[in-house]
C-alpha cells in the first residue's frame, strides 16, 4: 500500500458536474490529466461511451489513478430503459473498467452515493462503515458496484477508495437548489419558516474535489468507505437564510406548522420531495478527521458565497 508517486490520472465522466471539477483540480495540482465522457471531444478529453464493453486498455496506458466519476445519475421518472442504464453503466461499465486497470492502476477511486445508505436518517446520522440500505435501483446499482470493486481489490494490488457524497452544490445548482433560487429572486413567500427541525449534510464542490485529492494521495485512504460534507448540517430555513444573505434578497418566509406542509405534500402526492424538504439526511465525517486528519477547505459560507454570489 505504497503512497502514490506518479502523476499520470484518468476522470471518468470529466464533462459532468462533479468530474469537471476535478479534472480542473488535478490539472491546476500539476498532474497529467486525460478525461473521458460523452459530451465532447478536446485535446484533453476522450470521447467514450461506458459499459461492460468498453475497451479502455489504450487509454489506462501509464495512468496511475482512476477517478470514475462517470454515472447514469438518478432520475425520478423509472422505467425500464434507466434500470437496464444503471445496471450497464453504473454496474458492469465501473467493473470492466476496474478489471482491465487492476493489473497496473495503483488506486482506484470511486464517487457513489449517500443513497446506499438510506433515503433519510432519523435518530443518528449514517457512518461510513455502517451496512449498505439502498432503497431504489440507482443506489442499489451503486452498491452493487462498490461490492464488485471490494472484490477485485481484494484479489489485486488496485487500492480502492469508496466516496459517498451527500448533495453537491456548487456555482449553476441543479434540483431543489436551483428551484429555492429562483422562488427567491422572484420574491415567492415560502412556507418553510417553521423547518428548524429537520438536518441535512450539505458538501460544497470544492470541499469533495480536495478531499478527492486526499484520498488519491494518502495510504491510509486505501480500501476504505467514505462520506463526505462541509461538516456542517442545516435545516430548510437555515439553507433559504443562506440563499438569501448571498444573493442580498429579502425574502418572506412564512411560519407554516409541519403538520399542515405534510398535509399539502401528500395532498399533492410530493412525497419525495416532502423527505427532502422536512426530512433528515446527515452522514458522520468523524472517520475523515482520524484516518486522515482532515477537516473542511471550505466552511459552509465560504461554499455558499462561492457557489451562489453574484
Not at 452493487?144 to 453537491?168: H, N
Not at 429537520?198 to 486526499?214: A, K, Q
Not at 402526492?269 to 439526511?281: F, H, S
Amino acid at each position: 500500500m505504497s503512497n502514490i508517486v506518479n502523476k499520470k490520472v484518468l476522470i471518468t465522466g470529466s464533462s459532468g458536474f462533479v468530474g469537471s471539477n476535478v479534472f480542473r483540480e488535478f490539472i491546476d495540482l500539476g498532474y497529467e490529466v486525460v478525461g473521458v465522457n460523452r459530451a465532447k471531444h478536446t485535446n484533453s478529453h476522450v470521447l467514450l461511451d461506458i459499459s461492460g464493453d468498453t475497451d479502455w486498455l489504450d487509454i489506462l496506458d501509464g495512468v496511475d489513478i482512476v477517478i470514475h466519476c462517470a454515472a447514469e445519475v438518478h432520475q425520478m421518472n423509472l422505467n425500464e430503459k434507466v434500470q437496464n442504464s444503471y445496471q450497464q453503466v453504473n454496474v458492469d461499465g465501473t467493473l470492466n473498467l476496474a478489471e482491465q486497470a487492476k493489473n497496473t492502476v495503483k488506486r482506484f477511486i470511486f464517487l457513489s452515493t449517500v443513497k446506499v445508505n438510506g433515503e433519510q436518517t432519523f435518530k443518528e446520522p449514517f457512518f461510513a462503515d455502517d451496512n449498505p440500505k439502498p432503497k431504489d435501483p440507482y443506489s442499489i446499482s451503486k452498491e452493487r458496484a462498490e461490492a464488485g470493486l471490494r472484490k477485485i481489490a481484494q484479489f489485486s494490488k488496485m487500492e480502492v477508495v469508496i466516496i459517498r457524497p451527500p448533495l453537491v452544490y456548487g456555482p449553476n445548482p441543479k434540483g431543489n437548489l436551483e428551484k429555492l433560487i429562483t422562488l427567491l429572486k422572484w420574491k415567492i413567500p415560502l412556507p418553510f419558516g417553521s423547518v428548524n427541525f429537520n438536518s441535512r449534510s450539505y458538501v460544497y464542490i470544492g470541499n469533495l474535489t480536495d478531499f478527492i485529492f486526499i484520498c488519491s494521495t494518502r495510504a491510509e485512504a486505501v480500501n476504505e468507505t467514505f462520506f463526505i460534507s462541509d461538516d456542517a448540517d442545516l435545516n430548510t430555513a437555515d439553507v433559504i437564510a443562506l440563499l438569501a444573505k448571498v444573493l442580498a434578497i429579502k425574502t418572506i418566509i412564512l411560519p407554516v406548522p409541519e403538520l399542515i406542509l405534510k398535509s399539502l405534500f401528500k395532498i399533492f402526492r410530493k412525497k419525495d420531495l416532502e423527505t427532502r424538504l422536512l426530512g433528515n439526511l446527515c452522514v458522520d465525517v468523524t472517520k475523515n478527521k482520524e484516518l486522515l486528519g482532515w477537516k473542511p477547505k471550505y466552511s459552509v459560507e465560504e461554499g455558499f458565497h462561492r457557489s451562489f454570489k453574484k
